[in-house]
């Protein structure tokens, strides 16, 4: 039996299942951090609450095939979140690729209708489902996929506030020193 996973080290986790995987890299006081530098990296997102939510009865494993097959869905992610679009065919391609190697089924089950997910390889199921996510969050409300305001934070976030007006990836971090920042300036002038 494996020893269950470390704990999650991130400092912003509970995004939507394709935010959350563009915040599996951070910046804190002790430098730069990449939760996917490793298959047992991998191993703590894949076990983390909300992947386990999103797969549900499917499962992902923890192996080289699906952490490369997850960094390239980031890296897709990265070049969409990094402009509000319409995008280059190179940025819009990069996504497809991942939609590439899965599809839903519509089926007629004895309760109704229902649907069934199919990937190849199984590798990539959660990276597929990750791109489908960002697919979904397109289709409801794309303008609240945001980077934080922070220039030297990298985090993002699904903006779920009722006016729309989340900055900060946290108030608790990026938010405060923001307020620090401000308050000191008024206080300490030239």
């Not at 497809?96 to 109704?112: K, M």
């Not at 979904?136 to 009722?162: Q, T």
Request: net charge negative.
């Amino acid at each position: 039996m494996l020893p269950p996973p470390e704990p999650d080290p991130r400092p912003l986790t509970g995004e939507p299942l394709s935010i959350d995987l563009l915040n599996t890299r951070w910046i804190d006081s002790d430098g730069r951090h990449d939760l996917l530098e490793s298959v047992e990296g991998l191993g703590i997102w894949l076990a983390g609450p909300l992947v386990r939510h999103e797969l549900g009865d499917r499962q992902a494993v923890a192996d080289r095939q699906t952490l490369d097959a997850l960094l390239q869905v980031r890296g897709a992610l990265d070049g969409l979140v990094a402009t509000p679009g319409p995008w280059d065919e190179a940025t819009i391609g990069a996504l497809n690729a991942v939609l590439a190697h899965g599809l839903v089924r519509r089926l007629l089950l004895p309760d109704g209708a229902g649907s069934a997910v199919e990937v190849d390889p199984p590798s990539w199921l959660a990276a597929w489902t990750v791109a489908e996510n960002f697919l979904h969050l397109l289709g409801e409300r794309p303008e609240r996929i945001r980077s934080c305001a922070n220039p030297e934070c990298v985090l993002h976030f699904y903006d779920v506030s009722k006016n729309g007006t989340r900055r900060w990836c946290s108030m608790a971090g990026c938010g405060n020193r923001a307020k620090a920042n401000r308050h000191y300036a008024r206080h300490n002038p030239g």
